[in-house]
């Protein structure tokens, strides 16, 4: 059985990117290995400011994957998900080597100042790094049903 690592977050862009990897995975039979990731890189530890922000988007995250789980769970796709830490696109790599997915699919995030118009820095560096396919789904994408 193959795997397909959707990388997780509580965006419109990574929902959609659960969908279609949803939709692919009940087609094919795949089982979805989700990650969501907390970055929490320049952060000062020890301050209580910062270590709330920290646990703020662990909440987040988990929030995320739950959702996934439960879409998921509705679509008859066996599904895992783990919450990691660290820097994001190398945890995404990491994670994808460690189940042996197929591909990985990922949500496009639109925000100014990126590298390129469209593609974020941690979605360029996955392309750019994978061993596998990457499928990079925009926000406003429905899948086929």
């Known amino acids: 059985m193959t795997t397909v690592l959707v990388g997780i977050n509580d965006s419109a862009a990574s929902f959609a990117a659960a969908d279609v990897a949803i939709a692919h995975a009940r087609r094919t039979g795949a089982t979805l290995r989700l990650v969501a990731v907390v970055d929490h890189e320049g952060a000062a530890h020890g301050l209580a400011a910062e270590e709330a922000l920290i646990r703020g ?69 996955v392309i750019e790094f994978a061993r596998v396919p990457v499928l990079v789904v925009p926000a406003d994408f429905v899948p086929p049903v």
Request: hydrophobic letters at 45%.
């Open 57 to 125: 988007h662990e909440r987040a995250c988990e929030a995320a994957l739950a959702h996934v789980i439960r879409r998921a769970e509705e679509a008859g796709v066996a599904t895992e998900a783990v919450l990691r830490h660290g820097r994001i696109a190398s945890r995404l790599l990491a994670e994808a080597a460690a189940c042996g997915a197929s591909m990985i699919v990922l949500g496009r995030m639109e925000r100014p100042g990126h590298v390129l118009p469209g593609i974020g820095s941690h979605t360029l560096h």
